[in-house]
């Protein structure tokens, strides 16, 4: 949404999945699982798709829960706690569990981790090996004595770009990736020339 923070957003509700680039909103029915790219800025991404559970509509009532004693949700003061937070411990409905990297987290908790990084779950990344494959080449260039590191460094990242484009069924930026290879392989033997020649000069 444009002129709206991040953290408001949260506030009103996820609504649905966007680029982790662009941030333009994304159609999830043509998501698929793997690496995709975005219609609008184009870059690539990695995604998971899943459809999420139908809601359980048979959440427990408290005078329906049974024994005597039963604890109330924190957040549903009439419904009935399931589970308690793996983190706080706090009384839990089935409305408000939330299944995380193997903890049940109320969505407090649940946010929280989000936002510090703690839930590898939830952690959204990026690598565009493209771009870091061409910078390890300039790097080379500009420092040619850390050109037998940067140079197979380029090959490497230039090589899961491959792998991404192969995924994405895309030709445009093959060329590219072998102009970086070529570039790579050069850099790499003169750092290695270089290097050669100062050690037989001392």
């Known amino acids: ?16 999945p ?25 870059r690539a991404f990695e995604a998971v ?6 809601p359980d509509l048979s959440v427990p009532r408290l005078g329906e829960a049974g024994p005597v004693g039963s604890h109330a949700c924190a957040n549903h003061a009439g419904n009935a706690a399931v589970t308690h937070c793996s983190r706080c ?7 408000c569990r939330i299944e ?7 969505p407090a908790c649940f946010e929280r981790l989000s936002d510090e990084g703690a839930l590898p779950s939830a952690i ?18 500009l420092m040619p004595f850390l050109a037998p590191a940067a140079g197979p460094g380029s090959i490497y990242y230039g090589v899961k770009r491959l792998k991404q484009l192969e995924a994405l069924k895309e030709d445009a930026g093959r060329g590219g990736v072998y102009a ?6 050069l850099e790499t033997l003169l750092g290695f020339g270089l290097i050669w020649m100062m050690v037989a000069r001392g």
Request: with cysteine.
């Open 49 to 54: 798709f899943f459809e999420p559970p139908p």
């Open 18 to 42: 966007a680029c982790p680039h662009c941030r333009r909103p994304l159609d999830h029915q043509g998501l698929v699982s793997g690496w995709q790219a975005c219609p609008v800025c184009r």
């Open 124 to 141: 959204a990344t990026c690598r565009d090996y493209g771009r870091l494959a061409g910078a390890l080449a300039v790097l080379g260039l």
């Open 180 to 185: 970086v290879f070529a570039l790579a392989a």
């Open 1 to 16: 949404m444009a002129g709206v923070s991040p953290a408001a957003q949260r506030a009103l509700g996820y609504e649905r």
């Open 89 to 95: 411990g706090v009384f839990m409905c089935p409305l």
């Open 100 to 106: 995380a990297d193997g903890m049940a987290l109320c």
